[in-house]
């Protein structure tokens, strides 16, 4: 079944370590995506890539590092300075986005809490 | 920039019943799209519905329909018939159809409960 997958559903870290969420997925897209959801807010981006090797900033990317060696990949690590790095963190892909219309499928999510 | 308005935080309705949620957006730009996403209590993401803003008939997928105002920037969900699996977090999200803009900007989200 082509999807995306995210590991773990549920993260645990101590204040202060460095941490890296995995994204993978199996649809063949070119562009994939970080998004953040807080209690009461909507989704933000964090950072998005189109091709591999490639990667552009989002709204709130100071705290977080992204790589994309492989087309199917798009690690996310979430570093000692993101202040309040708690949250529920979501992977998205979609096809090319320079194509007229496209929709993002998301992964399940991990869940993150850092004490 | 872009803003996405979601005025309702939660919402209920009674099982079989019809419920529309709002949704308005602010933009300066003439081509973009419209979506709708459900998210249920297993937080995994799905689209509902989209919308091109250079379409005039409003979109329909099943018991999910649109109305789409653009004049008025309002990109409002109804559902029909709701169902107890309907129950979530629904959020509103438009993206920009420059070329090369590929950022989804979301609502804050609509709770909808559904009574049986």
């Known amino acids: 079944d082509g999807g995306i997958t995210q590991s773990p559903k549920y993260l645990f870290r101590k204040e202060g370590q460095n941490v890296t969420l995995s994204c993978e997925q199996n649809l063949n897209h070119d562009a994939m995506y970080w998004y953040r959801q807080d209690p009461g807010q909507g989704l933000r981006l964090i950072y998005y890539?189109?091709?591999?090797?490639?990667?552009q900033k989002g709204d709130i990317a100071e705290g977080y590092s992204v790589s994309r060696e492989k087309k199917e990949s798009f690690p996310l690590t979430v570093t000692s300075a993101q202040k309040n790095p708690t949250a529920f963190y979501l992977c998205a892909s979609s096809i090319y986005p320079g194509s007229a219309f496209y929709e993002q499928y998301f992964g399940p999510g991990t869940r993150l809490t850092v004490t | 920039a872009q803003t996405v308005t979601q005025s309702q935080p939660e919402m209920s309705v009674q099982e079989a019943e019809t419920v529309t949620l709002s949704c308005t957006y602010d933009t300066s730009e003439s081509d973009y799209y419209l979506f709708w996403y459900k998210q249920p209590p297993s937080r995994q993401m799905i689209l509902v519905i989209r919308q091109e803003a250079y379409k005039q008939q409003n979109a329909t997928e099943n018991r999910f329909s649109v109305n789409f105002q653009k004049a008025a920037k309002s990109f409002s969900l109804k559902i029909s018939d709701s169902q107890l699996g309907d129950a979530a977090m629904y959020f509103c999200?438009?993206?920009?159809?420059?070329?090369?803009?590929?950022?989804?900007?979301f609502g804050k989200g609509t709770k909808l409960t559904v009574n049986p």
């Open positions: 999200a438009y993206r920009s159809g420059q070329g090369g803009s590929e950022k989804l900007v």
């Open positions: 890539s189109q091709i591999v090797n490639d990667f």
